[in-house]
């Protein structure tokens, strides 16, 4: 039923039909898929295994107007699933709709989406593991602008807004987001292209009432060197602000009135500010060494948002990918993720290592098995010793053709 009513829903948030607009065009799919996984909590005391059978429906709608596109995606994730003799279910998924338009020197974006996951089971880094085995609903809204000066130089307005609600059993609280930030996009060279941007995120956690803000600074640029060869380098300068409240019981009269029970304790409260200066950046490249392999590799320190507060993250990353004829593909990738809470250096720091292994097989124009292997390591703090966990999953995934929408 929700599926239906979000496909509805894309359908009507059509702009006024003109007579060079297109009719809306509708893509369907389905994907089914069997995963085995040793210690989905990525606990040290393992938990028994879990076997997952998964059903995914897919659907977008799209219609391309005179200036612009407006498009709407729906997923439904039904999940049944076993873990020592005993079964569960669940329903996730995720509407989007977004419409994007285009006009000679200006170009924008509208995206709202509600989306209901359980973050571990995708975790990539260590703050999305160090969630736990909860769901999340996120609610987003995003807005964004583009005007070009000239062939060379452009201007960017991003805004967004999120509202995030978790469930138990997850290491942490709902939170509401809110970031915006401007900036200046000049293409130096054919090969070149240099950028520079200010922004400001601010995040407030439902429990404590705990107000962060991020004012950075960033500046970045990206080559292609060849055809086979590409950079990017990102470096920003972050200054993060945290408002929070200190309460205690406090006596009004001198102690010894409290202590004596003659006067009653109060509850006082006091506002407090920490303030501290964090150096991001983000380094990647990729190369394409023959007409089926890319290899790439990639470093960054970055400050994320989550339901902890504000982390730290350090990622390193290394990815090969191979073509092994013209209906395979075959990819290898490995991560280390390093997580500590921003603001708090005597934190203990959470780290995640992935290795996965993923083949891809086309048996047909539109059908394709996929399967995937994934082994992941995860440590929540210095004295913790670590849990380890693997994923065997391997699905069926059908893809339909695009076909126009009835009027």
Partial sequence: MLFGTALCTVVSLSTPATAHAQAWNWQGGA?????????????????PALLTARL????RAGRQAPIGRSEGEAELVFDASRQAGRGDGSVLGRVTLNHQIEALRDSGSARIGHRRNRPIENARTASEAAFGTGEQDVTELALSW???????????????????????????????????????????SEITTLTGSLGRTRQRLDG????????????GGSMTASETLSFRLDAAHSATT????LRALVCPL???????????????????????????YNVSGQ?????????????????TAGVQGVSLEDIHGLDVAHDAGPDTSVSLAWQQSRSTLAGQPGASAGRLQSLALVANHRLGERLSLLGQLQHRRY?????????????????????????????
Wanted: proline share 3%; aromatic share 8%.
């Fill in 287 to 303: 190369w394409r060494w023959s007409e089926t392999s890319t290899f790439a590799a990639r470093a960054s320190r970055a400050l």
């Fill in 31 to 47: 994907r089914a898929t069997l995963e085995h996984n040793s210690n989905q909590a990525l606990t040290v005391a393992n938990s």
């Fill in 146 to 188: 583009s005007h070009a000066f000239s062939e060379r130089l452009s201007a960017e307005l991003d805004t967004g807004r999120s509202r995030t609600r978790v469930s138990a059993p997850s290491a942490g609280q709902g939170y509401a987001l809110a970031n915006g930030s401007a900036g200046l996009r000049f293409r130096f």
């Fill in 56 to 59: 995914t429906a897919t659907g």
């Fill in 254 to 280: 001198p102690a010894s009135f409290c202590q004596g029970g003659l006067v009653p304790f109060v509850l006082a409260e006091q506002v407090a500010r920490s303030r501290r200066s964090q150096t991001q």
């Fill in 208 to 219: 404590n009432g705990l107000l962060i803000d991020i004012d950075t600074l960033r500046l």
């Fill in 242 to 245: 945290q408002v929070f409240t």
């Fill in 379 to 407: 440590s929540r703090g210095t004295l913790d010793t670590g849990a380890s966990g693997t994923v065997l999953s391997i699905s069926l995934q059908y893809l339909g053709a695009t076909v126009p929408l009835p009027h």
